[in-house]
């Protein structure tokens, strides 16, 4: 079973390193009252919707911060959060470099499914320890092989291409309070995270085929997980969120 394992993963379509051309919008030059948000769509969906990247701040610095606002259809609360808050005056934060894919899965979102329209758990799909599980259609489904879905695959290009410093990747569970969670060389990250958001932390261990433990086994710096709980987010959460998000841009900047 692990050569088999092995045979797949080296068959999987490999997410190709991102040129400038991916992050090329964010790139232009930025001065006084130049500081809006910028997005561009930068992929689509398994059924051809389309995916977007947004980046806040100035791009000066190194050091990005990127946040995946919906993975699971039926999980995206957090959808929309912006890095603005009282913090920078209602705009984006000049002091940080903060990139945000809103809904990495609006095909799911649509059926109010944690799926892809090819019935995959997009966060089992991804190659470190991934493993077959389930059949499609089936809740937690990893898909025929690591990266089999043009969803999972965008994400490692946008990661690929921006070596971010952290990643956030927002969830919701079934409890009713939030937690912020981690394993790994990513615990401290989290950590410094759940304080700034007032968010109790646990270290758990990673699942097969997830993307922060996909991110761990390949790149420095700190990818971890937020759960919310059920529900929309209301105003508190979301203001709580996007401070702690601007705060997070900041402590991850290098001057």
């Not at 561009?40 to 398994?46: A, F, L, M, Q």
């Not at 957090?78 to 809904?103: F, K, M, N, Q, W």
């Amino acid at each position: 079973m692990g050569a088999l394992l092995a045979m797949l993963a080296l068959l999987a379509p490999a997410p190709p390193d991102a040129g400038g051309d991916l992050l090329a919008f964010a790139r232009t030059p930025r001065g006084p009252g130049n500081l809006l948000a910028r997005y561009e769509v930068i992929g689509h969906s398994s059924a051809g919707r389309p995916i977007e990247l947004r980046q806040s701040g100035d791009p000066k610095w190194s050091g990005e911060l990127l946040v995946f606002g919906c993975v699971h259809g039926d999980e995206c609360a957090a959808e929309t959060i912006e890095p603005t808050s009282a913090l920078s005056a209602g705009c984006p934060d000049p002091s940080a470099d903060i990139y945000l894919v809103p809904d990495l899965n609006p095909d799911g979102e649509q059926a109010g499914s944690r799926l892809n329209a090819r019935g995959v758990d997009l966060n089992r799909n991804f190659p470190s320890e991934w493993k077959p599980i389930g059949e499609p259609w089936s809740p937690q489904y990893s898909g025929p092989r690591p990266f089999s879905e043009p969803e999972t695959r965008l994400a490692a290009r946008v990661i690929r291409a921006l070596r971010p410093a952290a990643t956030i990747w927002l969830h919701q569970h079934r409890g009713s309070r939030p937690f912020v969670r981690a394993w790994g060389q990513s615990i401290a990250g989290a950590r410094q995270f759940a304080r700034l958001a007032r968010m109790p932390f646990r270290a758990i261990r990673w699942p097969a085929g997830t993307a922060p433990n996909w991110q761990n086994h390949n790149f420095r710096g700190a990818a971890f997980v937020v759960e919310l709980p059920p529900g929309q987010a209301g105003p508190r959460m979301r203001e709580r969120l996007s401070k702690a998000i601007v705060r997070m841009g900041r402590w991850v900047r290098e001057d």
